[in-house]
């Protein structure tokens, strides 16, 4: 095991060193030194150039390749340093990380991954023809890498530690937000609709795959971007790079995920104090990595640490966004089909849902088990109105002080609940993009929509 672990951390910062070297204008440096060499060979030979020529162009091609020398030792030298103080850092976390590397079985494996990653730059950029997935195979190597190896993930956030050096503290005492219901509740939307404020700093997709280590990864990443597109829910929100989203529950998956994380569901998670403060530390890190005082976070699977974020983070609001019972769990059951569907044609979509911790819908999904799991078949919409039900009315009975449930339809269908939400947040009430939702018909329930009914009525007496 602490050979896996160094060879993983080794991996890890080759990447990283490579990916420097690859944005350093190292081949400009090496054109600065053979350009001039070669030159003056040129002029050595030429016989038509007397030898006072020659000498004169020597010295001014001698000057431009030790000019060319010095940057590209400078490079060297840079890349060096950074290697030192990775290194170092690896060394503290991953015990033999130093005996590993230096030896026989460090260098292969240096070599090996330095080779590959720069053969897949070159080769594999392009469009993944082979598969449905909207990843490149260089890019489903890297979140392989990044999110499915827990040692590497785990070294990721450690080395993130050393290099942002957060204060947990500052962390504890802001007034973050945090939005946290079953999907299909209107959490996008609302939470794109807070992050418009300017007031907040969160993780989005540039992030990825280095979710862990938000600092670190924006030095390297770099700028750029990419064309807006649908995601795939199909339900016409677009996203980009910046666009935010669900992406700290990786966190909780690394450091904590056998605590809660079962193979067919999510049970109610209550971390421990180390824990709690090692996540202090994380959300400092991302808000020094924004620049920011106050933290917004999107994760539907913090509907199950409601407590725990409330006692780690005492001035935080803890938004809980529900809708109708009957028009949720039928959106619900159509996400569900969309994605086995979506998992069947391309598996690394599916292992990509399981790593970010998305297990609302699909092939993997495992739902929200607050008591005894949910019965009955996913292809049945009963079967997610009885999870909506079981999951609502636990949050009723066990939610903390801090939880303001939000109905959905009275964000769409009231300008007033928009505008006294943000004056509760001290946020600006920006213009905010909510669909018109219509409430539904409620003659002829069954029983079981009946009993939906009555805990949504209970749900909008208290967000009011």
């Not at 001039?36 to 001698?62: C, F, N, T």
């Not at 700093?201 to 540039?206: F, V």
């Not at 009885?386 to 939000?406: I, K, M, S």
């Not at 329930?445 to 009525?457: G, K």
């Amino acid at each position: 095991m602490p050979m896996l672990a160094s060879a993983a951390a080794l991996a890890a910062l080759t990447l990283i060193l490579v990916q420097i070297a690859l944005r350093l204008p190292l081949v400009q440096a090496v054109g600065a030194i053979t350009g001039p060499s070669l030159r003056s060979i040129a002029v050595l030979r030429a016989r038509g150039i007397s030898d006072h020529w020659k000498e004169r162009a020597m010295k001014h091609y001698a000057r431009r390749t030790f000019g060319g020398v010095l940057w590209f030792s400078g490079q060297i030298v840079l890349l060096a340093v950074v290697a030192l103080g990775i290194g170092a850092g690896v060394a503290r976390i991953v015990p033999g990380f130093v005996e590993f590397s230096f030896g026989w079985q460090g260098l292969i494996l240096s070599i090996v991954v330095a080779t590959g990653w720069i053969m897949l730059r070159g080769v594999l950029d392009g469009p993944a023809e082979a598969s449905a997935s909207a990843y490149t195979p260089m890019e489903q190597m890297m979140h392989r890498l990044a999110l499915g190896n827990g040692a590497v993930a785990e070294m990721a956030f450690g080395l993130n530690q050393v290099i942002a050096r957060p204060d947990p503290e500052v962390a504890k005492d802001g007034a973050h937000v945090f939005v946290a219901g079953l999907a299909r509740a209107g959490t996008t939307v609302l939470t794109r609709a807070l992050h418009e404020s300017g007031a907040f700093g969160s993780l989005s997709y540039r992030d990825m795959p280095f979710v862990l280590a938000p600092n670190l990864w924006s030095r390297l990443n770099g700028g750029g971007g990419v064309a807006a597109a649908e995601r795939a829910h199909g339900d016409g929100i677009a996203v980009d790079l910046d666009s935010v989203e669900s992406l700290e529950e990786p966190f909780w998956r690394v450091f904590d995920g056998n605590a809660y994380l079962k193979s067919d569901r999510l049970l109610p998670h209550r971390p421990g104090a180390a824990l709690v403060q090692k996540y202090r530390c994380y959300v400092a890190a991302i808000l020094k990595a924004r620049r920011a005082n106050r933290y917004l976070a999107k994760n539907n699977n913090n509907t199950m640490r409601l407590n725990a974020l409330a006692e780690a983070f005492p001035n935080a609001h803890l938004l809980v966004p529900f809708r109708d019972p009957v028009a949720h769990a039928g959106s619900l059951h159509r996400q569900h089909a969309r994605f086995v569907q979506m998992h069947r044609d391309d598996p690394f979509s599916r292992d990509y849902m399981g790593w970010l911790g998305h297990h609302e819908f699909g092939s993997d999904h495992r739902p929200f088990a607050p008591g005894a799991k949910p019965q009955g078949d996913p292809q049945t919409q009963e079967y997610w109105l009885e999870e909506w039900c079981a999951v609502y009315q636990w949050l009723l009975d066990t939610a903390p002080g801090q939880a303001r449930f939000v109905c959905y339809e009275d964000l769409c269908n009231d300008p007033g609940a928009w505008d006294g939400l943000c004056a509760e947040l001290d946020i600006e009430a920006v213009d905010a993009a909510f669909r018109p939702a219509p409430l539904a018909s409620r003659s002829e329930l069954n029983p079981l929509q009946m009993r939906a009914y009555e805990i949504y009525d209970r749900l909008r007496m208290r967000s009011r």
